[in-house]
């Protein structure tokens, strides 16, 4: 990875790469990406864990609400999930379809990665019936549900930095073999229309991530999606909240064998590299491409209306290691104060629909 990283960066115009084609490499490369490699990266032999893989409640979950929503807005049974990984989240999903639903189905998976396409494909043929394609546009129109479980987080970024009153953007360069950072006067274009856009104003010393592929994919998803709703499941901060002290240096990080790495320029093509995403510029974009806000809620406050209480067991089992134990200690990690939901927003668009959020939760 190294050996690639170091042409691309001395190939370059100025001897340097943005961070966004730095990410863009070290996570998306076709043989050297840290997503592309035949490697496990979710769960505890991995370097993170996804809310959805915390147990088969959530995939259940939705598959009902879906189902309902279908039921409530004459919605095909359409589902397409972005970015599935090992593909524990569609098993659940589609094992709660064929045991309680039983009705047609369509389930698409959008799938980047040829390790987590291969993934899928043992966990889920031969019991589901899901096609898998590697990207959007691969699809053609249709209507139903887009969604996505931190999908957005792990797109490459821009990052800048206000520096005594001036912007820059940050760049990477290398020399022997290290990487570093150096900063350049901010020129982007984009850039400086994402920061007019949003009225963002950095302070002094300040850095934020700029996600300009953000855009891109809003717009494939709107595209692909004539009719229906899209479920953005993820964690992030608006405009207000980047502007907070406690944001001053961004939220760019690594996550290595369960340990979170603030230097991102370390293990290039090893580590996960994600950033909070911009709730505000997603709203936006999507409004600009008919994609209309219909909600944006807490992970666990999403949960909460859309069910999940009903899932508990209503006996109590006093083995602590019984299938009803930990199906109900997963409900509870997942709607608690302080468990993982609570730092998760889960946002849902619509196009097409005249919907308000009371139709989505009865």
Not at 3 to 10: M, S, V
Not at 20 to 30: E, F, K, M, Q, R
Not at 283 to 303: N, Y
Request: hydrophobic content about 40%; some cysteine.
């Amino acid at each position: 990875m190294i050996t690639y990283l170091q042409k691309l960066i001395l190939n370059s115009p100025n001897g340097s790469i943005s961070y966004s084609d730095y990410i863009g490499a070290a996570l998306y490369h076709p043989e050297f990406g840290y997503y592309m490699k035949d490697k496990q990266k979710i769960g505890r032999q991995g370097d993170f864990i996804t809310t959805s893989n915390i147990s088969d409640v959530y995939g259940r979950l939705v598959a009902k609400w879906f189902f309902q929503t279908c039921e409530k807005t004459n919605l095909p049974p359409v589902f397409c999930e972005i970015g599935a990984g090992n593909g524990r989240f569609a098993k659940a999903f589609l094992k709660e379809w064929d045991d309680s639903i039983k009705a047609p189905l369509q389930y698409f998976i959008v799938e980047s990665s040829p390790y987590h396409r291969k993934l899928q494909s043992e966990l889920l043929m031969g019991d589901f019936s899901v096609v898998q394609v590697e990207s959007l546009s691969e699809l053609g129109p249709f209507e139903g549900m887009v969604f996505s479980n931190e999908l957005f987080d792990a797109l490459p970024v821009h990052v800048i930095e206000k520096i005594n009153g001036k912007l820059f953007e940050v760049m990477v360069g290398i020399q022997e073999d290290k990487l570093y950072e150096q900063q350049i006067p901010l020129t982007n274009s984009e850039v400086l229309s994402f920061l007019e856009e949003s009225k963002i104003v950095l302070k002094e010393k300040q850095r934020i991530e700029i996600p300009l592929a953000m855009e891109k994919m809003i717009q494939e998803i709107a595209t692909v999606l004539t009719k229906g709703l899209v479920v953005t499941g993820d964690y992030g901060y608006t405009d207000k909240e980047w502007m907070d002290p406690r944001r001053a240096e961004g939220s760019l990080r690594g996550y290595f064998q369960h340990m979170m790495i603030n230097d991102v320029l370390q293990h290039p093509g090893e580590m996960d590299i994600t950033t909070h995403i911009h709730f505000d510029y997603l709203i936006r974009k999507g409004m600009q491409v008919k994609l209309q806000l219909l909600t944006k809620l807490r992970q666990d406050e999403f949960l909460l209306k859309a069910g999940i209480l009903k899932e508990l067991e209503n006996h109590y089992d006093p083995n602590p290691f019984s299938e009803v134990s930990k199906r109900n200690r997963a409900i509870r990690s997942l709607i608690m104060p302080s468990g993982m939901s609570s730092y998760f927003h889960v946002i849902v668009q619509q196009k097409g629909l005249q919907l308000s959020e009371s139709d989505l939760f009865t």
